[in-house]
């Protein structure tokens, strides 16, 4: 019998390989005992996920189905799922192809677990699952409570993530300062104290070459992220069931306590003055910039008193970052109204696309029959059971591809009749688009704008 020996470890530790080796060293002993050809060895490493599609998992079943082995075979249960229901949807799912599942722990084997009448009996194998996942719960509780009351005690808890500007003592369990990234946290606060901006701040630190958190370039964002970060105060947080917690003083702080705050009430301060221009954007998060994928954000210009969309990109990170790409307002809408328009006269094909809707359901009803024809030859035992089970698992796929197909035919069929109301209404449909967000929103998928020109990309 050719089988698949099945191995898991939960997390991508080191200290977990071992784990893996005796898991395939038992199975290979007990496939030289049995007699079993391994002929494969899955491992499913560190992805933290209990769910059917992890890619192991979806490798396993496919390559099973197709021929490659007739057995997986495990050391137990709680390598393949630590939740019972997903578990035995997989053993069930394995056992309708025919292929046969071992687990040596549990000493469960589904060719031999069997009701008189030939159906595969799962209680056995149901308790185990159980078991398993009631353990899994009870060691992240326990994982979790530890935390709780190692963070209260100032420790840190995560030593391969440490806050850029401290280092992780392995002895005392907490935080402290790193003195090269500690004086690049303490120059961007001096900066913002000082009345610089968070673009004037990346200049700077690129300027003098200092190293960004994790080797990545100097980003907006990550500047904001260490302003408003408490772990520089020297306090730490940690999560209970109903909240966010607060330990003060758990490590040296690199930015003094009063200061920190006062700075926040600056962030604060500036960011209602930001604020003050309130007039929206028709177009709001649907304009990119095609050279760096940022967003455009809608601003006013104070020299010539007319609004424009700005790269993000460029605002945040400069030059080297994008090119300061930037285009009126008001052209932009211009010649999005353009291409809407032409757009609008291309997709009034709802009868075309009614025809492929027919075409496709014709096709799925001919799968069906097909399926039908399958079980009857079955019933007459004019064809195995594996032969039959593959030929369902094909004639399955299939169908839901086009059902898939179906779908997307049936919502563009709304869209066209949702949009043809109304052109019906309204005389000029383009000027209800634009001033409308819910039919923007409809039609609209992005804007994209470079040196060359606009691209609108419709739904």
Not at 42 to 47: A, I, L, N, R
Not at 244 to 269: G, T
């Given at each position: 019998m050719?089988?698949?020996?099945?191995?898991?470890?939960?997390?991508?530790?080191?200290?977990?390989?071992?784990?893996?080796?005796?898991?395939?060293?038992?199975?290979?002993?007990y496939?030289?005992?049995?007699?079993?050809e391994?002929?494969?060895?899955?491992?499913?490493?560190?992805?933290?996920?209990?769910?059917?599609?992890?890619?192991?998992?979806?490798?396993?079943?496919?390559?099973?189905i197709?021929?490659?082995?007739?057995?997986?075979?495990?050391?137990?249960?709680?390598?393949?799922?630590?939740?019972?229901?997903?578990?035995?949807?997989?053993?069930?799912?394995?056992?309708?192809?025919?292929?046969?599942?071992?687990?040596?722990?549990?000493?469960f084997?589904?060719?031999?677990?069997?009701?008189?009448?030939?159906?595969?009996?799962?209680?056995?194998?149901?308790?185990?699952?159980?078991?398993?996942?009631?353990?899994?719960?009870?060691?992240?509780?326990?994982?979790?409570?530890?935390?709780?009351?190692?963070?209260?005690?100032?420790?840190?808890?995560?030593?391969?993530?440490?806050?850029?500007?401290?280092?992780?003592?392995?002895?005392?369990?907490?935080?402290e300062?790193?003195?090269?990234?500690?004086?690049?946290?303490?120059?961007?606060?001096?900066?913002?104290?000082?009345?610089?901006?968070?673009?004037?701040?990346?200049?700077?630190?690129?300027?003098?070459?200092?190293?960004?958190?994790r080797?990545?370039?100097?980003?907006?964002?990550?500047?904001?992220?260490?302003?408003?970060?408490?772990?520089?105060?020297?306090?730490?947080?940690?999560?209970?069931?109903s909240?966010?917690?607060?330990?003060?003083?758990?490590?040296?702080?690199?930015?003094?306590?009063?200061?920190?705050?006062?700075?926040?009430?600056?962030?604060?301060?500036?960011?209602?003055?930001?604020?003050?221009?309130?007039?929206?954007?028709?177009?709001?998060?649907?304009?990119?910039?095609?050279?760096?994928?940022?967003?455009?954000?809608?601003?006013?210009?104070?020299?010539?008193?007319?609004?424009?969309?700005?790269?993000?990109?460029?605002?945040?990170?400069?030059?080297?970052?994008?090119?300061?790409?930037?285009?009126?307002?008001?052209?932009?809408?211009?010649?999005?109204?353009?291409?809407?328009?032409?757009?609008?006269?291309?997709?009034?094909?709802?009868?075309?696309?009614?025809?492929?809707?027919?075409?496709?359901?014709?096709?799925?009803?001919?799968?069906?029959?097909?399926?039908?024809?399958?079980?009857?030859?079955?019933?007459?035992?004019?064809?195995?059971?594996?032969?039959?089970?593959?030929?369902?698992?094909?004639?399955?796929?299939?169908?839901?591809?086009?059902?898939?197909?179906?779908?997307?035919?049936?919502?563009?069929?709304?869209?066209?009749?949702?949009?043809?109301?109304?052109?019906?209404?309204?005389?000029?449909?383009?000027?209800?688009?634009?001033?409308?967000r819910?039919?923007?929103?409809?039609?609209?998928?992005?804007?994209?704008?470079?040196?060359?020109?606009?691209?609108?990309?419709?739904?």
């Open positions: 050719k089988v698949c020996i099945y191995a898991r470890k939960s997390t991508g530790k080191l200290s977990q390989n071992n784990t893996i080796e005796n898991q395939i060293k038992i199975c290979k002993r496939a030289d005992k049995n007699n079993f391994v002929v494969d060895i899955k491992v499913d490493v560190g992805t933290g996920r209990d769910d059917l599609n992890r890619f192991e998992i979806q490798e396993l079943v496919d390559e099973s197709k021929g490659k082995y007739e057995c997986v075979l495990m050391k137990g249960i709680s390598r393949l799922y630590r939740n019972t229901l997903k578990g035995l949807e997989l053993i069930e799912k394995f056992d309708m192809f025919g292929i046969r599942v071992i687990t040596i722990e549990e000493k084997d589904s060719n031999k677990s069997r009701y008189s009448h030939g159906a595969l009996d799962v209680s056995k194998i149901t308790m185990y699952l159980m078991f398993s996942e009631m353990e899994s719960n009870k060691i992240g509780e326990r994982v979790k409570l530890t935390q709780i009351e190692k963070a209260k005690m100032g420790m840190w808890n995560n030593p391969t993530r440490v806050p850029f500007g401290y280092r992780y003592n392995r002895e005392t369990k907490k935080l300062k790193e003195p090269e990234s500690a004086s690049t946290i303490s120059l961007i606060f001096k900066m913002y104290e000082g009345g610089n901006s968070i673009k004037e701040i990346i200049e700077s630190l690129e300027k003098e070459n200092k190293k960004p958190p080797g990545k370039a100097w980003r907006d964002d990550t500047i904001r992220y260490i302003l408003r970060n408490h772990v520089y105060k020297g306090n730490i947080f940690y999560r209970t069931d909240d966010k917690e607060e330990v003060e003083n758990a490590h040296e702080p690199i930015i003094e306590n009063k200061r920190f705050d006062a700075i926040q009430l600056k962030i604060n301060s500036r960011a209602k003055s930001k604020g003050k221009n309130n007039q929206r954007s028709k177009l709001m998060g649907m304009v990119k910039c095609s050279s760096c994928g940022s967003s455009m954000t809608y601003r006013y210009y104070h020299y010539n008193g007319e609004y424009y969309y700005y790269c993000i990109g460029y605002i945040k990170n400069g030059k080297s970052y994008c090119s300061s790409h930037k285009i009126k307002a008001d052209a932009l809408e211009q010649e999005v109204r353009q291409k809407t328009s032409k757009y609008l006269n291309k997709i009034n094909n709802i009868k075309e696309l009614k025809n492929k809707k027919l075409i496709i359901k014709n096709k799925i009803s001919r799968l069906n029959t097909e399926a039908d024809m399958l079980s009857n030859l079955l019933i007459e035992n004019k064809v195995t059971k594996k032969h039959f089970q593959q030929g369902i698992y094909h004639l399955t796929n299939k169908i839901d591809i086009l059902m898939n197909e179906k779908v997307e035919i049936e919502q563009k069929i709304r869209r066209c009749n949702f949009l043809s109301n109304f052109v019906n209404q309204y005389d000029s449909i383009i000027d209800v688009l634009l001033e409308n819910t039919l923007l929103e409809n039609l609209i998928e992005s804007v994209s704008v470079s040196n060359t020109g606009v691209f609108v990309t419709f739904k």
